[in-house]
């Protein structure tokens, strides 16, 4: 079965900058497409980010581009999402899913159960 661990949340002021990393195991890294989503008090889980299985191609959420960047590393069964210029409504629980295809993660699918996620709160 494969587990999905992210990390690197905190507390960081309006500008800020983190870096989320989600590490993978338990199945074949290098397969799936890999993505971000994230879940604000109240909202329901919205997609953030998405690369392929290669790194070749990133689809981004309106809301976010220009200001995070998201990569990954196969040989570290990671990947990680940079997050820059942040904002009091990025605000939320991220959570790291993989998928065949980007765009299936856009749409909002992913494949297995979800990480237990990373807490991200933007002060103003």
């Known amino acids: 079965q494969v587990q999905l661990v992210e990390s690197g949340g905190g507390l960081v002021q309006a500008g800020g900058s983190l870096r989320l990393s989600c590490v993978t195991s338990?199945?074949?890294?290098?397969?799936?497409?890999m993505g971000w989503f994230r879940q604000a008090p109240g909202k329901k889980r919205e997609f953030v980010a998405a690369?392929?299985?290669?790194?070749?191609?990133?689809n981004y959420a309106d809301s976010v581009k220009g200001r995070f960047t998201i990569s990954r590393d196969n040989a570290k069964n990671t990947v990680y999402l940079q997050m820059n210029n942040l904002h009091p409504e990025d605000t939320a629980v991220y959570y790291c899913?993989?998928?065949?295809?980007?765009?299936?993660?856009?749409?909002?699918?992913?494949?297995?159960?979800w990480g237990q996620g990373t807490q991200v709160t933007v002060s103003s």
């Open positions: 338990g199945g074949t890294f290098s397969s799936y497409a």
């Open positions: 690369i392929r299985w290669n790194g070749g191609t990133t």
């Open positions: 899913a993989r998928d065949l295809n980007t765009d299936r993660l856009q749409a909002g699918n992913h494949l297995g159960s």
